[in-house]
Every structure is written in structure tokens, then in C-alpha cells.
């Protein structure tokens, strides 16, 4: 079975910043979020975790699989998209030209490339070939494989895996922090 889940909250989470790949720690609500997650899903069996090794990323992981005895292993293809100049941007949609905007609004039609940032092509990419070179597998021989990432890049691989990377539906299952989500590979 794969698993998947978002980091707990950060302060550019609070103050709505454009977080992307500048890697911003947990605050105390996100680190007890993580903390909570752990009590809740603690019955929940993973054989093996792999996360973004954004710092956000890797204390979600460190805190929710704390005295359990899985590996964690970190894969930048599991990074959280590329805002490039526009990471750090406060409150993007109130910015009416704000070209990232259409990412969140139109997926489906997105297909620009901020400076210093990513196209969603190369995030498709990048955790396509994740899924096909590791997950899949992993979940075809049986395992219980965990993903601990972030907002876009987890919506890019549940996409994948629920809906043919139908783009339209990129945003469809929403993608709280800390809550767990399972995917039928």
C-alpha cells in the first residue's frame, strides 16, 4: 500500500508565503500536528518512508515515526515544487498578475516557468519517475511504503496514481498537513 503526507505547519504556512524549495523548519504547532499524527496513525503498519529532504519534510517524519523501527530515506524528486522568485511571496492571490496564481486556479493550463522555479511538467516528472522507480515496485512486492512531502508535490503523485495525470484535477483531494492519505496503486 502507498501512503502519503503533508509536513506539519511551518510560520510561512501561517503568514500564507509561498514556501516552494526554501526550506523552512516546523513551528510549534506543526511539530505537535506531527506529534498528534504520530498517536493517531501509530497502529498504521510502513515498512519503509521516504521523504523530501526539506527540513519541514524530514522533522514531520522524524516526529511521526519516532520509536518505530522504519528506515527513512530521502529523495530530492519528493521536494516541494519550484516557486523560484516567488518563493516568499505573502499572500500570492491577493496579487492580481501574480503568475503562480494559475497554478493553483488552472493546473490544467499551467505551463509556465517562473524564473529560478520548475515547470509542472518537471514536477510530473520528477515524481513520476519516483513512483516508477521506487514506489510502484515497493507496493507491487507487498510493502507499506510511506511519502512524506508537501502541498504540490504530494497533489502531482496522488494525481498520478488517482487520476491518470488528469491536471484538471490536480487539487481534487486537497492535501492538509499531517493528515494521512492512502493510494491504490
Known amino acids: 500500500m502507498l501512503y ?6 511551518t510560520d510561512w504556512n ?16 506543526g511539530r505537535q500536528m506531527a506529534a498528534e499524527a504520530a498517536e493517531h496513525y501509530k497502529d ?13 519534510a524530514k522533522e514531520t ?14 529523495d530530492d524528486r519528493l521536494k516541494e515544487f519550484g516557486f523560484g522568485t516567488y518563493e516568499g511571496i505573502e499572500n500570492c492571490f491577493s496579487i ?13 493550463t499551467y505551463n509556465i516557468k517562473v524564473e529560478g522555479g520548475e515547470s509542472l511538467d518537471e514536477l ?21 511504503v510511506l511519502i512524506v512531502g ?7 503523485i496522488v494525481c498520478q496514481v488517482k487520476y491518470a495525470s488528469d491536471r484538471a484535477k490536480f487539487w481534487a483531494d486537497g492535501i492538509p498537513n499531517c493528515e494521512l492519505m492512502k493510494l491504490e496503486v
Open 150 to 156: 508537501h502541498g504540490a508535490m504530494n497533489s502531482c
Open 96 to 108: 492580481p498578475d501574480c503568475p503562480v496564481n494559475e497554478m493553483f486556479f488552472h493546473p490544467e
Open 14 to 29: 501561517d503568514r500564507k508565503k509561498l514556501q516552494g524549495q526554501t526550506d523552512i523548519p516546523l513551528n510549534d504547532a
Open 124 to 144: 510530473f516528472e520528477r515524481t513520476g519517475a519516483f513512483l516508477k522507480e521506487i514506489a510502484i515496485p515497493l507496493v507491487n512486492e507487498g510493502k507499506d
Open 61 to 74: 517524519a522524524d516526529i511521526l515515526l519516532k520509536g518505530r523501527n522504519i528506515p527513512i530515506y530521502y
Open 44 to 56: 498504521i503498519h510502513f515498512d519503509v518512508c521516504y521523504c523530501s529532504p526539506l527540513v519541514r
Open 4 to 9: 502519503i503526507i503533508r509536513h506539519g505547519r
